[in-house]
């Protein structure tokens, strides 16, 4: 049964016939279990912990209350939240039950958001590390010693010597003046989290259909016949996203988890299948041999919309249910029953996290589940789709215009399409754009050279090689010499102790982010490192992308504490300095020493035509947060008043300008509906055809398009041949000519191309073949550190490459050698309810350190008493790098024998050392533990570079 809003004021009236009575969102809440504890998400915050948390004193009880509606600054569901400000002291907070992405309800994290008002655990000032003892300096001279020491950096070494880490918790205009920065520096050397949480879902998904995003939406779950999920953790990592699946399971919605752990999500599926991590490949081709030999697929659907299925039909064939238990460790029967749910349980949708992502071959998993989802036909449905959760609560707004080393915001290519278009946009000379560029030419890997201006930048998960590794074997003119962290926590990378090395040997280290973060107390500098207050997400306004690719206003709720400085403020403090400011500052509003929120949004709204940022104007977001109660739950569309049939946030792609209305996009790829009430089809962006083979859809379009079939995506040239381009007003056609509907700052091709219904990408087939990947189809490759080393021979990884990223990287070779006895336990790593991410501002918020106390590691009860250990002991889990981390054990059947696993959060300690002494005073967290990641080993994704921190191997022994 479907949940449908009725349009009415307080008391709101929801959701009709859940339980064959009405509801409202706080019986709502009730009923999830969520915003007055209850069994229904185990984890959650305790009903005590959401009502309103009064700070101890205010200065003056009788002045007003303001209350501000906020959105939190966690993780991607993004839960909008009231704060109560009063005398400018964020003295309380209320559920914003009006949202229909949470309903008023919060996990732990953001029921404790206002700590954020008045952290005194924070970088109050910014200090400099003198001598090895950090010391307080003022702003300006922050600024100048900072900025002239890069200026000499980048004499010596070239503008490719700096490697700087933007942010996924940074605002859209935050990530996007990061990435924009970097580009006005003159390098591609930039990154965020992305890279080490959903890289490989980017690339794989967009290669596939078009877009590198999640299909449809966490509400949208609730129109789910079937929801199977693979290496998500959702009642921890995702909490008031499980409120809605809880819910669709109520509606006799069937859920099936895969995970090798059995997580707080699992306890409540239909079906669990525990497996062993790293072999998801086989796993999926084990359900889909299953789906082709019961004749399950959708034929129809496969015809008219996917390209090369019979490549995929093929190598499924091999994976035959006794094969794929040799490698999996899952019978076929248990598959069958996998395959048999999601064939009579359609539309079902897919959902994965970074279980699925970080592996070596993180973007073969994605694809693999991409062809499951279209075989099924269960892609461009509502209910169905690929609902990827993504991590921090702004990570997708950050992958789409922020910091990415191999593409410009909305994903133009860093050639000279790419350039010229966003120097338009920017209203720069394209040829001083290049010569803030090194002016010599990089190796690209193939037996030529490339501008370094075309050459994709250091990942975040790989800048410790571009320090560390020899400079004759890297692609730049120099090793990287400085580092500037801006919004990111370290310890969320592997390889710990190379870590360690490579910021001792930086000639410069720069941390800007509210907090020290491990960057501040891994290493044992003396000089040169410096820590910039930055503000927080409630300290500065501007919008934010949730995982579902809606749009959120937030307001600033507080002025920024102590010396903290919003981070388009320190943005233009730093450019000023070196010497690029008034070029990259002229569109802007410049207000207090910094642009506001609304004229960078503008900018991206004129740039950002190829994802649809352009129809989010400041305005209409405004508008969307104030009408919040006008959107239906399940369906996200406002039900009457001012923003009628427009979906909540205006998710992307919101194509045309502002003026046009497009609604957004709920659903990706939705044919049942015309362009302008976000219908859609996939994607043409790969050619007409492949090898004499017919890429363009047959026999499908959206409703209403004029042209009834596939057709490519939009030019100048196209509309002239098909007789619209005389409907260009003559402005329009002046623009327009010479352009395709993603270069046109007009806007005037995509206005025309939806005006006859048509999707200005063009309509193609999904391609289940990816011919420009290393593994055009899907393969098994047994991961670098495997436990089945008899399965190399057949399984083995690729080749090493010379050239990647600009650095040499290892597969085969870290294969080589056998660790498996030595190293017996495969280790994974995860999320917990508590904390976020690298966790220094979860572990610095009081009420949440006071939850999860110790790092510790799951490890089954037949392993532990093979090394004699006991529930609680203190042990050493060991990696074979010779990383090792001093950590409780907690003995539990959670994790199969020969595995364990660890959360990933934890910091402020290095091999049974605690780093206390190294946080400038008053600012260590409250609780602190060995990193994970200290204890992880090499890995990459042969696409993009992600990080394997999955599937390693380790020992755990009594310490
Ligand atoms: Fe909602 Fe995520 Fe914040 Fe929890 S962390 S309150 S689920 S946005």
Redesign the pocket.
Known sequence: MKLVKKNAAAPKPIMAGLLGKTVSRRAFLRGSGLAVGGAAVAGMMPGTMVKKARAARSIDPKAEIKQIKTV?G??S???STIAEVQNGVWIGQEPAFDSPL?LGA??A??AALRNHGHSKRRVKYPMKMVGGKWERISWDQAINEIGDKLLSIREESGPDALWFAGSSKASNEGSYLQRKFAAFWGSNNCDHQARICHSTTVAGVANTWGYGAMTNSYNDMLNAKSIIMCGSNAAEA????MQLILRAKEQGTKLIVMDPRFTRTAAHSDIYVRFRSGTDVPLIWGILWHVFENRWEDTEYIRQRVYGMDKVRAEVAKWTPQEVERVTGVSGDALLEVARTLAENRPGTFVWCMGGTQHTIGSNYVRAYNCLQLALGNIGKEGGGANIFRGH?NVQGATDVGPNPDNLPGYYPINNVGWTHWSRVWGVDLDWLQNRFDQTEYDDGKGGTMKPMNTGGITVSRWIDGVLEDKANISQRDNIRAAMFWGHAPNSQTRGPEMKRAFEKLDLLVVIDPYPTVSAVLHDRKENTYLLPAATQFEQAGSVTASNRSLQWRDKVIEPLYEHKPDSEIAYLLAKKLGFADEMFKNYDIQNNMPTAESVLREINRGTWTIGYTGQSPERLKEHMKNQRHFDVATLKAQGGPLDNETYGLPWPCYGTAELKHPGTHVLYDPSKHIMEGGGNFRNAFGTEYQGENLLAEGSWSKGAEIQGGYPQFTADILKQLGWWDELTPEEKAEADGRSWTTDLSGGIQRVAMKHGCHPFGNAKARAHVWNFPDPIPVHREPLYTPRYDLVADYPTYDDRKVFYRLPTRWKSVQAKDYSKEFPLVHTSGRLVEY?GGGEETRSNPWLAELKQDMFVEINPADANDVNIKDGQTVWLEGPEGGRIKIKALVTTRVGRGTVFTPFHFGGHFQGQDLLDKYPEGSAPYTRGESTNTATTYGYDAVTMMQETKTTLCRVVPA
């Open positions: 939190c966690h993780c569901v993004g839960c949470n919060h996990c994290k953001g995702h909490p008031v996203a609560d976020e």
